[in-house]
């Protein structure tokens, strides 16, 4: 061979699509688990799991295309109708599916995607040659005994036990009880799962998975468990679960693994060898839990695309930004020295780099569903968890935003997502006692505002207790008791991203919602945005998150305060106008203006700004501009108006220190700066 091709060229390319074809197994599976015997989704599926088998294959990954082979071959069963899925093959699928982006993320970190799958590897297996569904054949009677013959194990499972044991770690046998009152029997068996999976791995469950999830059992299992803490403990932890009456750990010897152990000539270790991993994948919960709505995709279509580095793309931008000043000093230029071939030149050379501004920001935009696409997997896994029945409904996911503000929003979202399902609605019991339907609901929106985007969060869960935020907000010395009764109660309920609330003890108090809220906010703040909450007290919740379209480039109107020039967004206006000052009126100490069949508030720049040498009260007629916020209106006072420019945003880092209203500044044609107005701001 002349050459040796370098991989290494190829890296980057093999980890974007490894990544894009995961999160369309991730979406798909989860629709066909809506609807399981959809085969065109499985159609999907396997083509998304072939196509990342051979590019792991060619790439040299071999663990990755090993795994994604074995998962094909299940997938390949279900396609030609020789196989239906079920909760087992759906969580077996989905725990390959993780183990597939854990090693993706250790290639990304220069690994060599390497990772301990042969229990998932197992479980693929059994389903593949049927051995998994013999796990049903031990009878319920075994669950009654307290120990003995009748919780028997198979040779594989034997040999893992005593492996285990050699290793240092103890072989349980957890017998649990449910309450007779125990309504939900296969939830509170997840639950068990959930908790001992967390400390150990589960080798045997008695009756099977299968039997557990559909309820096949009195009220008693049993479970063979291997785990390095003791057997007290656990059996304290599994007893302090809600609707479990008993829980007994005995800890197993090797004689008494081997009474348990019954032989099977015919066995063969692969068909054993889902055993360990078969229970581990827990009990499902009842179906509708963490379904979405959202429409999933099918796999990555080849486009006529390139990846982009996202640095050359900030270089490209900067540059830009640099040639808009030095055109709108070509302008102011042309027109003071009035040559006529030079007027056209710059002309000319205005249009062009207009095309090119809209081509640059068009370049930096994607669609948020690139931050929302994995929460609906989340939501699924979450509300499994938390034994809730969650609907999670995503609209306007086509919606796009500056690169810049995308790859910063994902982590505030994960947290108002997980603070709604885990303390904004109640339990399923909790729903059904207020009159709710048991399946609670989380609604996920973006959408275009101006030149802002807006994303909100919103659950029919239990609302804030005002009352209690108010209280503990003095207690900690947030307000003072006087300026708490001053308040109204979106005030009171925004009190919650104050740093006051972050800490453990006051959970309880205000339903958990404070936690960590201050570091939402502040990290949508240091992104030039802000964040809200409406809640009522048993309908829900609505968190509200409004971002900058672009950070870089945007259409303003200049005007002047005096000697000093200011830009507003263009697209924060609605119109422009002139009032006599006879024509302001004054309701209740506040200055309004009739606009439209409406009356609208009177917002002073001067005064807001604090403008050196402009008084408005020494003019009879008074320029205006009127701006909009959601259904809010506002007229605001201005000197004059200069025009209308494409401006450049430049941040003014610490230097306005908490200037109010301003978002930052820009350089003019003239060479003067000029503060850019916040007008959303400018709302009370």
Request: aromatic share 4%; hydrophobic share 45%.
């Amino acid at each position: 061979m002349d050459s040796i091709m370098d991989m290494n060229a190829y890296l980057s390319m093999f980890i974007d699509e490894s990544q894009d074809h995961l999160q369309a197994l991730n979406e798909n599976l989860l629709k066909l688990e809506g609807d399981p015997n959809d085969l065109s989704i499985v159609q999907v599926i396997f083509r998304s799991a072939h196509t990342l088998k051979g590019m792991s294959a060619t790439m040299g990954f071999e663990d990755l295309a090993s795994l994604t082979h074995e998962m094909e071959n299940v997938l390949d069963l279900v396609r030609n109708g020789k196989l239906a899925m079920d909760a087992f093959i759906f969580d077996v699928l989905f725990k390959g599916l993780d183990a597939l982006e854990s090693m993706v993320a250790d290639i990304t970190a220069g690994g060599q995607g390497k990772a301990d799958v042969g229990s998932i590897v197992g479980a693929l297996k059994s389903i593949v040659d049927g051995s998994y569904l013999t796990r049903t054949e031990t009878a319920a009677a075994a669950v009654a005994a307290p120990a003995g013959p009748a919780a028997a194990i198979d040779e594989f499972q034997l040999s893992v036990l005593k492996q285990s044991m050699d290793s240092g770690l103890k072989a349980l046998r957890i017998d649990v009880s449910l309450e007779e009152s125990c309504v939900l029997k296969a939830a509170r068996a997840y639950m068990v799962f959930n908790l001992l999976e967390e400390k150990g791995e589960v080798v045997k469950s008695i009756p099977s998975v299968t039997e557990l999830e559909q309820e096949q059992f009195d009220r008693s299992f049993t479970v063979i468990f291997v785990t390095e803490h003791d057997a007290k403990g656990l059996e304290e932890a599994v007893g302090g679960i809600s609707e479990v009456a008993a829980a007994r750990a005995e800890e197993l010897d090797a004689g008494t693994l081997e009474r348990l152990a019954r032989p099977e000539p015919a066995a063969k270790p692969a068909a054993g060898a889902a055993a360990p991993s078969a229970p581990a994948a827990k009990p499902a919960e009842p179906p509708a839990a963490g379904e979405a709505r959202k429409p999933a995709g099918g796999a990555p279509a080849a486009s006529r695309t390139i990846r982009v580095d996202i640095e050359r793309l900030d270089a490209l931008m900067n540059l830009f930004s640099e040639l808009l000043i030095d055109r709108s000093r070509l302008e102011q230029l042309s027109s003071e020295i009035g040559r006529g071939e030079l007027t056209e030149t710059v002309e000319h050379l205005s249009r062009i780099s207009g095309d090119l501004q809209n081509i640059v920001l068009k370049l930096r935009m994607v669609p948020v569903d690139t931050v929302f696409n994995r929460f609906p997997r989340m939501i699924r896994d979450l509300a499994r968890s938390l034994d809730k029945k969650v609907e999670l409904i995503v609209t306007g996911a086509d919606t796009e935003l500056d690169r810049t503000v995308i790859d910063e929003i994902g982590d505030p979202l994960v947290h108002l997502l997980r603070n709604s399902l885990d303390h904004g609605l109640e339990t399923t019991e909790g729903r059904l006692q207020a009159g709710k339907p048991e399946t609670g609901t989380i609604w996920l929106r973006a959408y275009h505002s101006g030149n802002h985007v807006f994303i909100e969060v919103e659950e029919d869960g239990r609302g804030i207790n005002s009352d209690k935020v108010k209280a503990k907000a003095v207690e900690n010395g947030v307000l003072s008791p006087e300026e708490a009764a001053r308040l109204t109660v979106d005030e009171m309920n925004n009190l919650i991203f104050a740093p006051g609330f972050s800490t453990a003890d006051q959970i309880s108090d205000i339903s958990g919602r404070g936690v960590g809220l201050d570091v939402v906010r502040s990290k949508i703040l240091s992104l030039g945005g802000n964040v809200s909450v409406e809640s009522k007290a048993g309908v829900g919740s609505k968190f509200s998150i409004q971002l900058p379209l672009t950070l870089s480039i945007i259409t303003a109107m200049l005007v002047k305060l005096g000697s000093e020039k200011y830009a507003v967004p263009l697209t924060s206006i609605v119109e422009t106008g002139i009032v006599k000052r006879e024509a302001i009126l004054t309701v209740h100490g506040n200055r309004m203006l009739s606009y439209r069949n409406a009356v609208i508030p009177v917002v002073s720049l001067s005064r807001v700004l604090g403008a050196p040498d402009y008084r408005e009260d020494d003019e009879e007629e008074s320029e205006y501009i009127v701006i909009r916020k959601g259904d809010k209106w506002a007229a605001v006072i201005v000197d004059d108006f200069i025009g209308q420019s494409d401006i450049v945003l430049k941040s003014m880092g610490a230097y306005l220190g908490q200037t109010p209203a301003v978002s930052g500044a820009t350089i003019l044609g003239d060479g003067q700066v000029a503060l850019i107005i916040d007008p959303n701001a400018l709302f009370k």
